[in-house]
């Protein structure tokens, strides 16, 4: 495999990666539309909806994590290629302020923040399609 190759995946993995993001940006303002019209429903729909909800919240996580994984995969072979002495992947690895020759992980942060997202969306998605009150009264 050559530098361009680990490049082109990368710009493709980064288009996935951004689309996943959007629908998980995008997710959390679509389900509080669905319980809004679902709020006259019989529980049993609204619960159906909800367990539906939030398998697709933890399916979204689940392929985002593992594009944005992939990712650090791709940058650890370019800084791998860097180390066997590859000029361009050594050009853009500096440019980039990364390490050569080593293994190139996501920040403890990063993981930790969409822990955090997913929790938050999981507890408001049972909140809205079980006990948010929709009507003033």
Not at 23 to 45: I, K, N, Q, T
Not at 111 to 136: C, E, G, H, P, R
Request: proline letters at 4%; a negative charge.
């Amino acid at each position: 495999m050559s530098e361009l190759d680990v490049f082109g995946f990368i710009g493709m993995n980064r288009s996935i990666f951004s689309t996943l993001f959007m629908c998980g940006v995008l997710m959390p303002l679509a389900v509080v539309v669905v319980a809004y019209l679902f709020r006259h429903f019989p529980g049993v729909m609204r619960g159906a909806a909800m367990v539906s909800t939030l398998i697709g919240v933890v399916m979204l996580t689940f392929f985002t994590m593992a594009a944005q994984n992939s990712f650090f995969v791709m940058l650890s072979t370019l800084s791998e290629m860097a180390g066997n002495g590859s000029e361009m992947a050594t050009t853009f690895l500096n440019s980039a302020n990364l390490p050569i020759g080593e293994t190139i992980n996501p920040p403890a942060w990063m993981m930790a923040l969409s822990l955090i997202q997913v929790v938050i969306n999981l507890v408001l998605t049972v909140y809205v399609f079980l006990f948010a009150k929709w009507d003033n009264s």
